[in-house]
């Protein structure tokens, strides 16, 4: 799978659940944004986010955070500002279990300073959405991670 998405193959999918049941198939949505054309990886991160962070956030959101950090970061990836976004969608939703919660919530903030380096990026629209993205880590302090 070449550098970015390393170690995708390690998690177990099939063991974890996303907002429409298995998540079995996040890897191959982590793909096509990852390889994908335009189009292609702008319909698999739809997907991801109704799985991942739009409306909740679950344990494979937890095991999807890294990789998407990667795809953030990878300036071939089309879709960078939509995966900034979909990671602070992550960050201000919540979990019917508070450990999920706190470690969706923590995966995005151990790469605070990859949302620094981003704010600087040289596209604008990237930029724009590390911007939205640290500004909420910094306003973050939901009462999950603050009672931890």
């Not at 986010?49 to 300036?75: C, I, R, S, Y």
């Not at 151990?110 to 981003?118: C, G, H």
């Amino acid at each position: 799978m070449g550098t970015i998405l390393k170690g995708m193959s390690r998690v177990p999918w099939h063991e974890l659940k996303h907002a429409y049941g298995s998540a079995r198939d996040v890897p191959g949505r982590l793909s096509r944004v990852a390889w994908g054309d335009a189009r292609a990886g702008e319909e698999a991160l739809s997907d991801l986010g109704l799985w991942l962070g739009e409306l909740a956030v679950f344990d494979a959101t937890v095991a999807a955070v890294p990789f998407l950090w990667d795809l953030a970061v990878t300036e071939t990836v089309t879709s960078r500002p939509a995966v900034i976004e979909l990671l602070r969608a992550i960050l201000e939703h919540s979990a019917s279990q508070r450990e999920i919660q706190r470690a969706a919530h923590l995966a995005v903030l151990d790469r605070t300073t990859t949302a620094d380096v981003l704010t600087r990026d040289e596209d604008p629209a990237v930029r724009a959405a590390a911007s939205e993205l640290a500004a909420s880590i910094e306003r973050h302090g939901c009462a999950v991670c603050r009672a931890a």
